[in-house]
């Protein structure tokens, strides 16, 4: 009998022990990362493909888009259009912001790996931070003035106003994560390694993707509108008015400065 016991002993001590390892390894094994990228591959496969058809199309879609813009600016900078020329120019930018942007988050959803989306998240962040910066000064006094010259109706007027309130908004709210972000390349560039492994640690790739759709959502209104702009002002009366009032400005400056 105490032969008994002592087997049924060594037997539970020896299960125990293979179900203590056993576990360890599994723990192990899910913390590879060769594993957990595997696994995120398979997992994560089908709505990959969707994301890709979805940006193929929207991409199609854009680059009609940015094509008949840029024929447009550069008509407009050739005949001495000036207010036309500088709402197609606020157009052109923010198209080929956004499409950066749809590049970026392409790229996120099918990165393998933390330390990739986090890479791919950095440079969303730069990109986010310096657009935010940018886009209020390039709806300054300058695109008001050629808004007021080509006479864009009230209700255009608006929209512009309100989405320009939300871009100032998006870039006090966000200046600070962004920035926070952007100086993991400071410490790259400072050489600091540990700096710069630990910037990258903190950074949340689904945060800077949240906030790259929130600005995404504002630029696909305001670049509609613009567009919009584009064509109210497309007439020959509204293109010759341009013209001539751009012509008169200019031999005016010319007048001042001698």
């Known amino acids: 009998m105490n032969f008994v016991?002592?087997?049924?002993?060594?037997?539970a001590s020896s299960a125990e022990l293979y179900r203590q390892r056993t576990e360890a390894q599994r723990a192990d094994l899910v913390?590879?990362?060769?594993?957990?990228?595997?696994?995120?591959?398979?997992?994560?496969?089908?709505?990959?493909?969707?994301?890709?058809?979805?940006?193929?199309?929207?991409?199609?879609?854009?680059?009609?888009?940015?094509?008949?813009?840029?024929?447009?600016l550069q008509q407009a900078t050739n005949m001495n259009a000036h207010n036309i020329q500088t709402i197609f120019n606020v157009a052109l930018y923010l198209l080929q912001l956004d499409q950066?942007?749809?590049?970026?988050?392409?790229?996120?959803?099918?990165?393998i790996g933390?330390?990739?989306?986090?890479f791919v998240a950095k440079h969303e962040a730069l990109l986010l931070y310096e657009a935010a910066k940018d886009i209020p000064e390039l709806l300054?006094?300058?695109?008001?003035?050629?808004?007021?010259?080509?006479?864009?109706?009230?209700?255009?007027?608006?929209?512009?106003?309100?989405?320009?309130?939300?871009?100032?908004?998006?870039w006090r709210t966000h200046r600070e994560f962004l920035g926070?972000?952007?100086?993991?390349?400071?410490?790259h560039r400072e050489h600091d390694a540990l700096a710069y492994t630990q910037a990258l640690d903190s950074i949340g790739p689904l945060e800077v993707m949240?906030?790259?759709?929130?600005?995404?959502?504002?630029?696909?209104?305001?670049?509609?509108?613009?567009?919009g702009i584009g064509r109210l002002t497309s007439s020959p009366g509204t293109i010759l008015r341009d013209i001539v009032r751009s012509n008169g400005a200019s031999a005016k400056q010319k007048r001042n400065a001698a």
């Open 5 to 11: 016991r002592e087997l049924r002993a060594a037997f």
């Open 31 to 72: 913390h590879n990362e060769q594993f957990k990228n595997a696994v995120e591959t398979v997992v994560l496969f089908r709505n990959r493909v969707r994301s890709r058809a979805d940006a193929r199309r929207r991409n199609k879609i854009r680059k009609e888009a940015l094509i008949s813009v840029r024929h447009t």
């Open 100 to 111: 950066d942007l749809a590049y970026f988050t392409t790229d996120m959803v099918c990165a």
């Open 114 to 118: 933390d330390r990739r989306r986090a």
């Open 140 to 170: 300054g006094k300058k695109f008001r003035d050629a808004i007021t010259a080509l006479s864009v109706p009230a209700d255009q007027v608006e929209v512009i106003n309100a989405v320009s309130s939300d871009l100032n908004r998006f």
């Open 180 to 187: 926070t972000i952007r100086n993991v390349l400071t410490a």
């Open 210 to 227: 949240h906030r790259a759709a929130e600005l995404s959502q504002l630029l696909e209104i305001l670049v509609c509108q613009l567009i």
